[in-house]
Nanobody, 122 residues
Framework: QVRLIESGGGLVQAGGSLTLSCAAP????????MGWFRQAPGNERRLVAT????????VYTDSVKGRFTVSRNKANNTMFLQMSNLKPEDTAVYYC???????????????WGQGTQVTVSS
């Protein structure tokens, strides 16, 4: 079992920035691809970015490219999602997740955090 704990959500004005954190048990980053997902009210959970265990490369969905950055600190087993130039349409519950394979379908991911709310006001 992999327990993931997100933090850092909150309320921010459009154009502002926010950084989310995801704390993971040791060795999670070497065993799993990590991902950030979000789910807005009435919508399906969607992939925001992945961070592969093989090469450490990050892949982003088009709507956040150039605005969001995924990084990780292996020393303290924490992954970050730095979000800038936030837009009202970024409002959602954000989840971090872990999977042996970087599936595009969130239903196939193995482990999930509890989620953290991000609200962007216009």
């Amino acid at each position: 079992q992999v327990r993931l704990i997100e933090s850092g959500g909150g309320l921010v004005q459009a154009g502002g920035s926010l950084t989310l954190s995801c704390a993971a048990p040791g060795r999670t980053f070497s065993a799993y691809t990590m991902g950030w997902f979000r789910q807005a009210p009435g919508n399906e959970r969607r992939l925001v970015a992945t961070f592969t265990r093989y090469d450490g490369n990050a892949v982003y969905t088009d709507s956040v490219k150039g605005r969001f950055t995924v990084s990780r600190n292996k020393a303290n087993n924490t992954m970050f999602l730095q979000m800038s130039n936030l837009k009202p349409e970024d409002t959602a519950v954000y989840y971090c997740a872990a999977s042996p394979i970087p599936y595009s379908d969130p239903r196939k991911w193995s482990y999930w955090g509890q989620g953290t709310q991000v609200t962007v006001s216009s």
